[in-house]
């Protein structure tokens, strides 16, 4: 009597268990069919490019090209692609930060970068969520696009700044024209610069 008992009560321990099991795999498949790996939902914001003197500059910055290659990618991405690769792109982020060079080492650019982390960041902590929003993914990844359209801006300001030396050209050939139109006696005036 006592085994039959033992018995019964380990089989009803194995149909609740085995029960519990079948919830938890159907809150998985509900989970990812909401993100749809078929599904053709993607950003439909147009990436910047780089001007042509900025793509210059950048072109042997490979953790750059890097980030640009996986933000043209992230644009034609869908909810469910978008979760799958979040970690990457927090670690492209991280990556250009790290390795940024001294020359772009200045307030605007560093700023951006910033921005960039803070949305990939964001993006990343969105997926380790048990129930995924594709729309919240959607929109974080749209935030990071735009975040990096304004990085792109700003490579093509500074690409397109006035270097120090060519400003100082300018400046001397600036005193010489002065020199030249004003009498010897008046070259202590001071022309306003």
Do not use: H, W
Not at 10 to 23: A, D, R, S, V, W
Not at 120 to 144: D, F
């Amino acid at each position: 009597m006592r085994s039959l008992l033992s018995i019964l009560f380990i089989i009803i321990i194995l149909c609740f268990g085995c029960k519990k099991e079948n919830t938890t795999t159907t809150q998985e498949e509900s989970n990812s069919s909401q993100l749809d790996s078929l599904s053709k939902e993607k950003a439909n914001l147009d990436v910047l490019k780089l001007s042509p003197e900025a793509s210059k500059e950048l072109e042997s910055f490979e953790d750059f090209q890097n980030l640009k290659t996986f933000m043209e990618s992230m644009n034609n991405y869908n909810p469910f692609q978008i979760k799958k690769y979040a970690d990457s792109t927090d670690i492209l982020v991280q990556t250009f930060k790290e390795n940024l060079s001294e020359d772009l080492k200045v307030n605007t650019i560093t700023s951006r970068i910033s921005v960039i982390t803070t949305e990939s960041g964001l993006l990343r902590q969105l997926t380790e969520k048990k129930k995924t929003n594709p729309q919240e993914l959607m929109n974080a990844n749209i935030r990071l696009l735009t975040a990096y359209n304004s990085l792109v801006i700003q490579l093509n300001e500074l690409s397109l700044a006035i270097p120090e030396n060519i400003e100082k050209k300018l400046l001397r050939e600036k005193n010489i024209l002065r020199d030249s139109i004003l009498d010897p006696k008046e070259k202590d005036i001071k022309i306003e610069e």
